[in-house]
């Protein structure tokens, strides 16, 4: 391949995405007005529009007005989601889940599959399975595959560098599921994803310009940061030694309770499975220690709040994770506890939420690839 | 299997076992099945065990199914554990709909997603309609999708700070002169609520049905609300979150089809809900 080729196939797959785009958003829906706002010729883009119409991805849908100087009425184009499928893979510590994406984030069906083991090919395993099983109910090709780990990320060429969870270690991830499942996958840090899946379908109450964080807490606590409008996102490494440092997470908040309940034998907690859902509704009711434990979670994680609000100066903040079913209430009390760090003036610049969704970090996998392979995302 | 080869016409004999072949889920899972295997080439046919009660019976017709299919769709809890072992014992490939197994190597399921189609329905009732006293009628509780309603439903209230006492948690079994018993028997009792949440849309019509036959305006008083959705739901103007039952069977038979061309699948499959707004509600 020479040189000046290369360079002309990169510039027409970059005009083919730029004009896919624009149809994306909504902005332009003929051939004449594409022509206008991207500065490429007519012929040019009536070209990559056959294209682009052969591919699935575009739908002629009628005739619209003519212009007011009269002349031939234009042909309507459409973007069309459905043209490719996209699946979105969150890896956790005991399963697997995925979920079956259009290109507008509208999902299908979701697979889940357990996670029996830690290490290499256990996780890979598990992520050929889930893949699997969604490929009978592909409605479209299948264009990529998106996966969220939690751990750290290579972004270049998604390996994974380190992940105590999974038991990973240096381990050329994207690339072995590239070359098994034959197409491309791409992989991420899964609160960077969470972050990502936010932007990407408003799964966040808010959707504000500037950077938005998303603190993730489950089995521990992550962080993931995304900039608008690029969508560049990071944040497993910014955030993993303080992190790892604060010693948080839900097996954390066990051990507190337990030692709390050890003096409470009247407490609603006593001989109920420990769940966030628990511990908000026994506070509700006034129970001390599910109070106390909701104290302890949100001082605790009001040191991270004020250190990602302080150092990245965000227009949002996601709490993402089963921490969500807390509720509202604990956001409040979260709040309440950064502003003893930083000050209640600098807290009220700062749009604090909940991400409900439980299929965040899929989700987020699913607009990694979509972002990789097409860029339509948000 | 030694004795099927790869041009066998037995390799596409499918059995469709049920314990209720007169269900509108079951009839409707396997309207949509046949479908999607007879385009494939595949001859279905379908086992009632529903009214077998020796053990013996059940154990010779299973060893039956599995001597002649090569792929058996297990609609509900027709068959425990032990007869799908014996059921796959014999090399055939199994999908299970709305239904489970435990068991080491069991064969993938496929259902709906019933989370995400009780999240849908609580929150709809709650932000759109704002209603905050909700009564659920319940299904057949020795299925799994039975359990799986009520354990979300119970989540949802919680996730909105909803009370449910205990006598709001009704049993319809899935069969809807129960649902509306049960709903009487509450309203005799002076039982206060303002919705209804049925773990099906038959239940759910006959709950609109009674509460309008008892004087009580549907959606000012109470609203109604159901999992699932069909026809039936569209002409009594129920609010439901579609799951189309026809297409988790053409769903089943694509996972089975898959299987019986040498995929090797596991896990569970859900398939995604979405609210239809109707007049039942807000």
């Not at chain 2, 379908?46 to 060893?63: F, N, Y």
């Not at chain 2, 425990?80 to 709305?98: D, F, H, I, K, Y």
């Amino acid at each position: 391949m020479t040189p000046s080729k290369a360079t002309r196939e990169q510039l027409r797959e970059h005009n083919r995405r730029l004009v896919l785009r624009m149809l994306y958003q909504g902005e332009v829906n003929t051939r004449a007005a594409l022509a206008t706002v991207t500065g490429l010729t007519k012929p040019t883009v009536s070209s990559l529009i056959g294209e682009l119409i052969d591919d699935g991805l575009v739908l002629e849908e009628g005739l619209g007005r003519s212009s007011g100087s009269g002349g031939k009425r234009p042909t309507l184009l459409a973007f069309n989601p459905r043209a490719r499928h996209i699946v979105g893979v969150a890896v956790g510590s005991r399963n697997v889940s995925a979920v079956l994406s259009d290109l507008a984030g509208v999902t299908s069906a979701v697979h889940v599959v357990e996670l029996n083991a830690a290490g290499a090919p256990a996780v890979l395993g598990a992520v050929e399975a889930v893949v699997a099983a969604l490929l009978p109910q592909l409605d479209a090709p299948l264009l990529a595959v998106g996966v969220a780990i939690p751990g750290r990320v290579r972004p270049g060429d998604g390996s994974v560098r380190h992940s105590a969870a999974l038991g990973l270690h240096d381990e050329p991830l994207a690339a072995t599921l590239t070359k098994r499942l034959g197409v491309p996958v791409h992989v991420g840090n899964y609160a960077e994803l969470c972050a990502l899946g936010q932007y990407g379908y408003g799964l966040s109450e808010e959707h504000s310009p500037g950077t938005s964080a998303t603190m993730t807490l489950d089995e521990d606590l992550e962080l993931g940061v995304v900039m608008h409008p690029s969508g560049a996102h990071f944040g497993s490494e910014l955030a993993g030694p303080m992190i790892d440092e604060l010693r948080l997470g839900w097996s954390v908040l066990k051990q507190r309770a337990a030692a709390l309940l050890a003096d409470a034998p009247n407490s609603q907690l006593q001989g109920v499975e420990l769940r966030y859902l628990a511990i908000r509704r026994a506070a509700a009711d006034g129970d001390e220690v599910a109070r106390a434990l909701q104290t302890d979670l949100a001082r605790a994680l009001a040191t991270p709040l004020a250190w990602v609000t302080a150092v990245l100066q965000p227009s949002n903040v996601s709490l993402a994770g089963g921490v969500t079913d807390l509720g509202e209430g604990f956001l409040e009390l979260l709040k309440h506890e950064a502003a003893k760090l930083l000050g209640a003036g600098v807290m009220d610049d700062v749009h604090l939420s909940m991400a409900y969704s439980h299929r965040l970090g899929a989700m987020g996998a699913v607009a990694l690839a979509n972002l990789a392979e097409l860029e339509l995302v948000a | 299997m030694s004795a099927r080869g790869p041009g066998d016409a037995s390799e596409r004999q499918v059995v469709a076992l049920t314990n209720n072949l007169d269900g509108v889920f079951q009839r409707s899972v396997l309207r949509g099945a046949t479908e999607v295997l007879g385009a494939a080439g595949a001859a279905v046919s379908a086992v009632e065990l529903g009214g077998v009660e020796q053990a013996s019976e059940l154990q010779e017709i299973l060893a039956g199914v599995a001597r002649r299919a090569a792929g058996v769709l297990v609609i509900s809890n027709a068959v425990s554990g032990e007869g799908l072992s014996t059921v796959t014992s014999a090399g055939a490939v199994a999908t299970l709909v709305s239904h489970r197994s435990q068991a080491p190597q069991a064969p993938p399921t496929l259902m709906f997603d019933n989370r995400q189609g009780l999240q849908q329905l609580v929150a709809h009732l709650v932000h759109d309609c704002g209603r905050s006293r909700p009564v659920f009628i319940g299904g057949d509780a020795s299925q799994l999708d039975a359990q799986e309603r009520q354990r979300a439903f119970l989540d949802e209230a919680a996730r909105h700070d909803l009370r449910v006492p205990e006598g709001n948690l009704l049993t319809g079994d899935f069969t809807p002169h129960r649902a509306s018993e049960a709903l009487q028997a509450l309203m005799a009792a002076g039982g206060r609520f303002d919705a209804v949440v049925a773990a099906d849309y038959l239940m759910a019509i006959a709950a609109n049905e009674t509460l309008r036959k008892a004087g009580v305006r549907v959606p000012e008083d109470v609203a109604v609300v159901g999992f699932g959705d069909g026809p039936e739901a569209e002409r009594a103007g129920v609010t439901t979150v579609a799951a189309d039952v026809e297409e988790l069977g053409r769903r089943a038979a694509r996972q089975l089809l898959a299987q019986l061309s040498g995929r090797r699948l596991s896990g569970r499959t859900l398939l995604s809900t979405h609210l239809v707004r109707r007049a039942s509600s807000c």
